[in-house]
Protein backbone atom coordinates (compact mmCIF):
# COMPACT_ATOMS: atom_id res chain seq x y z
CA UNK A 1 0.00 0.00 0.00
CA UNK A 2 2.68 2.55 1.06
CA UNK A 3 4.55 2.13 -2.84
CA UNK A 4 0.89 2.42 -4.25
CA UNK A 5 0.49 6.16 -2.33
CA UNK A 6 3.71 7.26 -2.91
CA UNK A 7 3.15 6.37 -6.47
CA UNK A 8 0.13 7.91 -6.91
CA UNK A 9 1.74 11.66 -4.89
CA UNK A 10 4.95 11.18 -6.32
CA UNK A 11 5.02 15.00 -6.80
CA UNK A 12 4.58 15.34 -3.11
CA UNK A 13 6.82 13.03 -2.20
CA UNK A 14 9.74 14.30 -4.39
CA UNK A 15 9.42 17.95 -3.76
CA UNK A 16 6.75 18.49 -0.86
CA UNK A 17 7.69 19.88 2.34
CA UNK A 18 7.84 17.36 5.29
CA UNK A 19 6.50 18.56 8.59
CA UNK A 20 5.84 16.33 11.39
CA UNK A 21 2.35 16.77 13.08
CA UNK A 22 2.63 14.41 16.12
CA UNK A 23 4.85 11.60 17.25
CA UNK A 24 4.66 8.92 19.82
CA UNK A 25 7.42 6.10 20.41
CA UNK A 26 5.41 5.06 23.24
CA UNK A 27 2.74 4.24 21.21
CA UNK A 28 4.12 4.16 18.13
CA UNK A 29 3.08 6.04 15.44
CA UNK A 30 4.38 8.87 13.44
CA UNK A 31 2.02 11.30 11.56
CA UNK A 32 3.63 14.22 9.46
CA UNK A 33 2.02 16.33 6.40
CA UNK A 34 3.79 16.84 2.83
CA UNK A 35 3.12 19.92 0.93
CA UNK A 36 3.62 20.90 -2.62
CA UNK A 37 1.73 23.52 -4.56
CA UNK A 38 -1.51 23.44 -3.61
CA UNK A 39 -1.90 20.24 -1.95
CA UNK A 40 -1.40 18.78 1.62
CA UNK A 41 -1.06 14.89 2.38
CA UNK A 42 -1.58 13.88 6.09
CA UNK A 43 0.22 11.02 6.24
CA UNK A 44 0.47 8.54 9.35
CA UNK A 45 3.19 5.32 10.20
CA UNK A 46 2.04 2.84 12.97
CA UNK A 47 5.20 0.79 13.95
CA UNK A 48 3.17 -1.18 16.22
CA UNK A 49 1.13 -4.82 15.70
CA UNK A 50 -2.02 -3.44 16.58
CA UNK A 51 -3.75 -0.62 15.50
CA UNK A 52 -3.60 2.88 17.02
CA UNK A 53 -6.50 5.31 17.37
CA UNK A 54 -4.50 8.79 17.16
CA UNK A 55 -5.86 12.15 17.17
CA UNK A 56 -4.66 15.35 16.13
CA UNK A 57 -4.53 19.12 14.89
CA UNK A 58 -4.49 20.28 11.42
CA UNK A 59 -4.09 23.62 9.84
CA UNK A 60 -6.87 23.50 7.46
CA UNK A 61 -9.87 25.70 8.37
CA UNK A 62 -13.05 23.83 9.95
CA UNK A 63 -15.24 22.82 7.31
CA UNK A 64 -12.49 21.66 4.51
CA UNK A 65 -13.38 18.27 3.09
CA UNK A 66 -9.96 15.93 3.60
CA UNK A 67 -10.16 12.71 2.25
CA UNK A 68 -8.19 9.12 3.23
Known sequence: KLL??????????????????AVS????????????AEDTLYFGLNVKDKATEVTFAVAEAAGTVLTS
Open 25 to 36: DEKGYDIFKRVY
Open 4 to 21: AIREEYKTLFARGNRTTV
